[in-house]
């Protein structure tokens, strides 16, 4: 299995809803990470996980909160979004210290 | 700063021409380069890496990349362009093993049949 599976595709939802992004990889990768995707722009570094541990987080607003259950999973909490939050949210996974990212196919998110 | 320039927004070439996209970087040391590409609606997949060794690196679907050091550039080519090329091209440096990837801004190559 050379993927990594997001979800959900689409996702809307009101300010003052909460929700969650999952991503999921069964290729071995101890390192996970979320990225922010506007239109027609580079990703975003949002968050780094390494072997569950959360390594890197990029002054991300607490509205974001990622959680990281086990070896293969990965969760992004959502709560009080802001319109401008409205992206596409990409999932990612390597070896630690890897130096090919394999990307989920994203969850776009739009926030009314 | 370290930084990273894709100087073409977009590139068009015409289906079975050569095409060349761009990309710059100004990283101290001897960085990792990459490039990722986008179709619509999709996630980013690799398509090769430099990181040592020959500078003329190969990688998915017939593209290839030239290293130059004293240019510090990495262009992203491919004899012959297919219709089904047509997405959008980061090119990313990895400064040292240490340090995540910095990203281009991307460019939007269109092929034209």
């Known amino acids: 299995d050379t993927e990594v599976t997001q979800t959900p595709k689409h996702l809307v939802m009101g300010m003052t809803n909460k929700k969650s992004l999952k991503c999921e990889q069964h290729?071995?990768?101890?390192?996970m990470y979320w990225y922010k995707q506007k239109a027609k722009k580079p990703p975003e570094l949002m968050f780094v996980?390494?072997?569950?541990?959360?390594?890197i987080n990029e002054s991300v607003p607490s509205r974001f909160s990622p959680e990281c259950p086990n070896s293969s999973l990965l969760n992004l909490h959502l709560h009080a979004l802001q319109p401008e939050d409205s992206a596409l949210y990409l999932c990612?996974?390597?070896?630690?210290?890897?130096?090919?990212?394999?990307f989920g196919a994203g969850s776009r998110l739009t926030v009314l | 700063a370290q930084s990273v320039a894709q100087p073409e927004d977009q590139v068009n070439v015409a289906e079975g021409n050569p095409l060349t996209v761009k990309c710059t970087y100004s990283?101290?040391?001897?960085?990792?380069l990459f490039w990722y590409v986008q179709y619509p609606n999709r996630g980013l997949q690799f398509l090769l890496k430099?990181?040592?060794?020959d500078n003329l690196v190969k990688g998915s679907y017939g593209f290839e990349a030239e290293f130059n050091k004293s240019q510090t550039s990495f262009h992203l080519k491919k004899p012959s362009a297919l219709v089904s090329d047509s997405a959008l091209y980061f090119c990313?440096?990895?400064?040292?093993?240490?340090?995540?990837?910095?990203w281009g801004a991307g460019t939007k190559l269109i092929i034209k049949p």
């Open positions: 990283v101290s040391g001897n960085p990792y």
């Open positions: 996980y390494s072997y569950e541990k959360l390594s």
């Open positions: 990612a996974s390597s070896q630690p210290g890897a130096n090919v990212l394999t």
């Open positions: 990313a440096v990895r400064p040292d093993s240490n340090y995540q990837l910095i």
């Open positions: 430099y990181i040592t060794g």
């Open positions: 290729m071995g990768h101890r390192a």
